[in-house]
Nanobody, 121 residues
Framework: QVQLVESGGGLVQAGGSLRLSCAPS????????MGWYRQAPGKQRELVAN???????NYADSVKGRFTISRDNAKNTVYLQMNSLKPEDTAVYYC???????????????WGQGTQVTVSS
């Protein structure tokens, strides 16, 4: 079973920056979509950004122009550079990957354990 290992969360002042990383504990045969979701207390989990295998990206309106998602295809690692952070960005951030372990296996939806991002005003 592959696990996604996240790092880079923490406490930062408003206007600051953080960079999240997510790497798999094992190997994938192929990865289609990699992304980041977040969940604030009392709210539903929401998509922050994702990046498709062709390099195309999608962002939540609330983070456009401030966050940048990227991936290292050789390592199946995904990054989220977060700039100009706001208190409303405070949440647990979850890494997500949709991938296959072999040519004949189905695609599965993998989740990281979550990393806390706290932005103080």
């Amino acid at each position: 079973q592959v696990q996604l290992v996240e790092s880079g969360g923490g406490l930062v002042q408003a206007g600051g920056s953080l960079r999240l990383s997510c790497a798999p504990s094992g190997r994938f045969f192929s990865v289609n979509v990699m992304g980041w979701y977040r969940q604030a207390p009392g709210k539903q989990r929401e998509l922050v950004a994702n990046i498709i295998s062709d390099g195309s990206t999608n962002y939540a309106d609330s983070v456009k122009g401030r966050f940048t998602i990227s991936r290292d295809n050789a390592k199946n690692t995904v990054y989220l550079q977060m700039n100009s952070l706001k208190p409303e960005d405070t949440a647990v951030y979850y890494c997500n990957t949709i991938g296959k372990r072999s040519a004949t296996s189905p695609s599965y939806n993998y989740w990281g354990q979550g990393t806390q991002v706290t932005v103080s005003s």
